[in-house]
């Protein structure tokens, strides 16, 4: 492995020149030739090598080595770069070279609470860029999911004239051309519904719909034919819940039940390759205002208890309970963030004197919470790690 690592170093000075030889000469082709199209420069790309002189896996893997701060240039080179950059292939490519980075994606609202922006920070905790502005009006009640290396924003409701509108909507930011795009609509408007990656499609659950009843209604997201297909519904409707994937399943917990009586303390467990739903017989968390899976392991803040984090185990399908430092305020909430295998927990509200707390799932006992550098600008409101 060191020597590899020492070949992808090698690499990496000729893969820049190269990367900006080829840069130079389409803008040459384009100056030395005004009336030609866009669509007929594309052309010659696709005609064209990754890279002179090289074979295109050579070119690949010198492409791969480049540092994700310039993917978003590399993608105006040409079609076939962007084409790459573009795809899965692209990120399985880096993940063998060993050069993936972790970045955080983290909405957060400014200090007088109007507006929220995208913020992206690196593992040392640099903001690294703000997110073009997401297309389409304003939302709350939104799901986010990470998928082959984009967000998704999915779904929402936006309030005009006083009134709530459900939304099908669903958008995508490419993280490696730092830009947004439109995909297929849900087959349901819906907003405050559970949504997790699981097998490498997208399962939204719930929620309420474009009338304000809470669904039952559940959907899946395949990204190489960008379709929703209806699954089958839960066995009630379920709204201001959470989902999350484990060994190739699809868990629902938390949120209402209209079958229920207060919080839903059900777990709902949707099995792809059976195409069913069972239900868990240990009961899980209720009123979850932040989560994130680490390997096997869910973690959850509850609304009542933001003093303990509850660990779920999907080994044993057991519970723990964690004591969180005291830090800041005592009354403070948290969102979760998920850095190298630790989880960070950020504040809800813009407090001065809190610092990141850092837990560590495989620290020495006694030494599992730290304190971190990494900040966001204002109050977090979702936070996801995208490795490209």
Same mark, same amino acid.
């Given at each position: 492995?060191?020597?590899?690592?020492?070949?992808?170093?090698?690499?990496?000075?000729?893969?820049?020149?190269?990367?900006?030889?080829?840069?130079?000469?389409?803008?040459?082709?384009?100056?030395?030739?005004?009336?030609?199209?866009?669509?007929?420069?594309?052309?010659?790309?696709?005609?064209?090598?990754?890279?002179?002189?090289?074979?295109d896996d050579v070119a690949k893997h010198c492409l791969a080595l480049v540092p994700r701060t310039n993917f978003p240039t590399m993608g105006g080179v040409c079609k076939k770069w962007r084409s790459f950059i573009q795809s899965k292939e692209f990120i399985t490519v880096r993940q063998l070279a060993g050069v993936l980075e972790e970045w955080l994606y983290i909405l957060t609202v400014d200090a007088e609470s109007k507006e929220s922006h995208w913020e992206v920070l690196d593992c040392v905790g640099n903001k690294n860029r703000i997110l073009p502005a997401?297309?389409?009006?304003?939302?709350?009640?939104?799901?986010?999911?990470?998928?082959?290396?984009?967000?998704?924003?999915?779904?929402?409701?936006?309030?005009?004239?006083?009134?709530?509108?459900?939304?099908?909507?669903?958008?995508? !930011? %490419?993280?490696?051309? &730092? #830009? $947004? =795009?439109?995909?297929?609509?849900?087959?349901?408007? @819906?907003?405050?519904?559970?949504?997790?990656?699981?097998?490498?499609?997208?399962?939204?659950?719930?929620?309420?719909?474009?009338?304000?009843?809470?669904?039952?209604?559940?959907?899946? !997201? %395949?990204?190489?034919? &960008? #379709? $929703? =297909?209806?699954?089958?519904?839960?066995?009630?409707? @379920?709204?201001?819940?959470?989902?999350?994937?484990?060994?190739?399943?699809?868990?629902?917990?938390?949120?209402?039940?209209?079958?229920?009586?207060?919080?839903?303390?059900?777990?709902?467990?949707?099995?792809?390759?059976?195409?069913?739903?069972?239900?868990?017989?240990?009961?899980?968390?209720?009123?979850?205002?932040?989560?994130?899976?680490?390997?096997?392991?869910?973690?959850?803040?509850?609304?009542?208890?933001?003093?303990?984090?509850?660990?779920?185990?999907?080994?044993?399908?057991?519970?723990?309970?964690?004591?969180?430092?005291?830090?800041?305020?005592?009354?403070?909430?948290?969102?979760?963030?998920?850095?190298?295998?630790?989880?960070?927990?950020?504040?809800?509200?813009?407090?001065?004197?809190?610092?990141?707390?850092?837990?560590?799932?495989?620290?020495?006992?006694?030494?599992?919470?730290?304190?971190?550098?990494?900040?966001?600008?204002?109050?977090?409101?979702?936070?996801?790690?995208?490795?490209?």
């Amino acid at each position: 492995m060191p020597g590899f690592l020492s070949e992808n170093k090698r690499f990496k000075q000729p893969t820049m020149s190269l990367f900006n030889s080829l840069k130079q000469d389409t803008l040459i082709r384009s100056k030395s030739y005004p009336g030609l199209s866009s669509q007929l420069l594309d052309e010659v790309d696709s005609h064209s090598p990754i890279l002179p002189g090289l074979p295109d896996d050579v070119a690949k893997h010198c492409l791969a080595l480049v540092p994700r701060t310039n993917f978003p240039t590399m993608g105006g080179v040409c079609k076939k770069w962007r084409s790459f950059i573009q795809s899965k292939e692209f990120i399985t490519v880096r993940q063998l070279a060993g050069v993936l980075e972790e970045w955080l994606y983290i909405l957060t609202v400014d200090a007088e609470s109007k507006e929220s922006h995208w913020e992206v920070l690196d593992c040392v905790g640099n903001k690294n860029r703000i997110l073009p502005a997401m297309p389409g009006f304003a939302k709350s009640g939104f799901g986010v999911v990470v998928l082959n290396g984009k967000l998704l924003v999915i779904g929402g409701y936006t309030v005009i004239n006083g009134v709530a509108f459900a939304s099908p909507d669903v958008y995508q !930011y %490419d993280s490696c051309l &730092n #830009s $947004w =795009s439109k995909l297929t609509d849900m087959n349901f408007a @819906r907003y405050d519904f559970a949504s997790a990656e699981v097998n490498g499609k997208v399962y939204v659950v719930g929620g309420y719909g474009i009338d304000g009843n809470s669904l039952s209604s559940a959907e899946v !997201y %395949d990204p190489e034919t &960008n #379709s $929703w =297909s209806i699954i089958e519904s839960l066995r009630r409707p @379920r709204w201001g819940c959470f989902a999350c994937g484990f060994e190739g399943k699809l868990y629902v917990m938390g949120g209402r039940s209209s079958f229920t009586i207060g919080n839903s303390k059900f777990v709902d467990i949707y099995n792809p390759e059976k195409q069913s739903w069972c239900e868990m017989k240990k009961n899980g968390c209720v009123m979850v205002t932040s989560h994130a899976v680490v390997g096997k392991n869910l973690f959850c803040m509850e609304w009542k208890n933001q003093r303990k984090l509850a660990i779920f185990d999907s080994a044993d399908n057991s519970w723990k309970m964690v004591p969180v430092p005291l830090t800041g305020s005592t009354s403070i909430g948290f969102r979760f963030g998920i850095l190298d295998g630790k989880v960070l927990l950020f504040s809800l509200e813009k407090e001065p004197n809190y610092q990141t707390l850092l837990y560590d799932p495989n620290g020495a006992p006694g030494s599992e919470w730290k304190t971190s550098e990494i900040k966001p600008s204002g109050s977090c409101l979702y936070c996801v790690t995208i490795k490209a």
